[in-house]
C-alpha cells in the first residue's frame, strides 16, 4: 500500500496504521469510546494481505495475555480498549513489563470511576504515567492531539516499544478518538521474517524441540537477590528512556506572561484559549507534552521561568498538575482547572479560569 491521504475517525487512524507499520497481531474487546478500532480492522480483513492476526478475544483479561504470548515470540502485537477495560489489563501490562517486552496498547479514555460514562476523559493519567498495576515499573506514554498523531504514534509506539524492550501505551481522550480529520497513512511497511525477528529479538521463546535452547520468557523470579537485579536492570533501562525520548511542543512560550499546561485535544483547546487571551491582552504561551512518561520535568521548569503563573488543564480533577507543580519546585503558582463527567471546556472557559485562579486571585 502507497503513501494515502484520507479522512477519518482517530479510532479508525489506528486500525490503519497498525496495518501498514507491520503490525503482526492485534487482540481487543468492544467498549466505547474505541470499538471502531477492532470493527475497522475486521472490515479490512487484512489476514488476507498482509497476514496480520485479528482477533476478538472473551475478554479484556484474555486479550491482554494473548497479546503477552504474542510479544514474548518476538511479534508486533497490540490492544486497545477504554478506561474500565484497561483496568481488567493492568496486571497482564505488569507482567509484560516485568518480562521486558515490546508491546502497544492504546486507552481512548472515557470518563470514570468505575463504569462511568461513554464521554470523554484524561482521568486515566496517573494509571498510565505511575504505572497502574503492581510493582516498579513504567510505560513508554504517547498523548496524541491529533488523528494524525494517533496515526503516527503507532509506528512511533512500537518502534520505542522494540528498541527499548518495553510496552508503549497511546494514551488519547475520546475526543481524538471520535473526531474525524483528514490524516497521511504511511506506505506498508513490510513484516519481519521468521529469520529477522530471531535477530532482533533474541530474547523470544522460540518453541523448540530439537534439543537446542529454548528459550523461557517468565517475569516470575522467586530468589529476593536475583529478583533485585531485575529490577535495577529496569531502573537503569527508564534512565534511559527519560534521557533519550522526552518529547513536547511549545507555543508562544517566549513571550508569554503567562503558561498553560495541557495533553491531548485539551491542548487544542488551550491554543483557542491562547487566542482569545491575546485580543484581552493576556499574553499565553503553551507547553504540551507529548511523551506523559517521560514527563518534560525539565522543558516545563525553563518554559516557566520569568512566567507570573501556571495553569494545568485537564479533563479530570487534578492528575498531571502534580508533576507539573514537581518541576516548577514552588517558583510560582500553579494551579488547576478541570472538568470531568465528560464535559468539555471551551476555550472561554480556560480563559476565565485563567483570570480567576491567577491574574486576579488575591
Not at 516499544?161 to 497511546?170: D, G, L, R, T
Not at 506498508?188 to 518453541?207: H, L, Y
Request: proline share 5%; aromatic share 6%.
Amino acid at each position: 500500500m502507497k503513501e494515502e491521504v484520507r479522512l477519518m475517525k482517530g479510532n479508525e487512524a489506528i486500525a490503519h496504521a497498525a496495518i501498514r507499520y507491520g503490525c503482526d497481531g492485534y487482540f481487543g474487546y468492544p467498549i466505547t469510546p474505541q470499538s471502531e478500532v477492532l470493527e475497522t480492522l475486521e472490515e479490512l480483513m487484512p489476514w488476507e494481505t498482509t497476514g496480520m492476526v485479528v482477533l476478538q478475544a472473551e475478554s479484556e483479561v484474555a486479550a491482554i495475555n494473548m497479546v503477552y504470548g504474542g510479544a514474548a515470540s518476538g511479534k508486533a502485537v497490540m490492544t486497545s480498549s477504554s478506561s474500565p477495560g484497561v483496568s481488567l489489563k493492568q496486571e497482564g501490562i505488569s507482567y509484560i513489563a516485568a518480562a521486558s517486552l515490546p508491546a502497544l496498547i492504546l486507552n481512548v479514555m472515557r470518563g470514570g470511576p468505575g463504569l462511568g460514562t461513554i464521554q470523554p476523559s484524561q482521568a486515566d493519567y496517573f494509571q498510565a504515567v505511575k504505572g497502574g498495576g503492581h510493582g516498579d515499573y513504567h510505560l513508554i506514554v504517547l498523548a496524541p492531539s491529533t488523528v494524525q498523531e494517533m496515526v503516527d504514534f503507532v509506528g512511533l509506539g512500537f518502534d520505542l516499544a522494540f528498541k527499548y524492550s518495553n510496552p508503549a501505551m497511546i494514551l488519547a481522550d475520546g475526543i481524538v478518538g471520535q473526531m474525524m480529520e483528514k490524516v497521511v497513512l504511511p506506505e506498508q511497511r513490510p513484516r519481519r521474517t521468521e529469520e529477522e525477528i530471531r535477530r532482533q529479538c533474541p530474547w523470544a521463546t522460540n518453541g523448540r524441540k530439537d534439543g537446542r535452547k529454548r528459550n523461557v520468557v517468565t517475569s516470575l523470579e522467586l530468589e529476593s537477590s536475583k529478583m533485585e537485579v531485575i529490577n535495577h536492570q529496569l531502573q537503569a533501562r527508564y534512565r534511559e528512556i527519560e534521557k533519550n525520548e522526552t518529547r513536547w511542543e511549545e507555543i508562544g512560550v517566549e513571550d508569554a506572561d503567562y503558561l498553560i499546561v495541557a495533553f491531548g485535544s485539551i491542548a487544542r483547546i488551550c491554543d483557542k484559549a491562547r487566542e482569545i487571551a491575546a485580543e484581552k491582552g493576556i499574553k499565553i504561551g503553551i507547553v504540551r507534552p507529548i511523551t506523559l512518561w517521560p514527563f518534560p520535568s525539565e522543558a516545563i521548569s525553563k518554559a516557566a521561568e520569568g512566567k507570573k503563573g501556571v495553569l494545568v488543564v485537564e479533563l479530570n480533577a487534578g492528575q498531571m498538575v502534580e508533576d507539573v507543580r514537581l518541576a516548577v519546585h514552588d517558583r510560582l503558582p500553579v494551579e488547576h482547572f478541570g472538568r470531568m463527567g465528560g464535559i468539555i471546556p471551551s476555550p472561554e472557559e480556560v480563559v476565565d479560569a485563567l483570570e480567576e485562579k491567577i491574574i486576579n486571585k488575591k
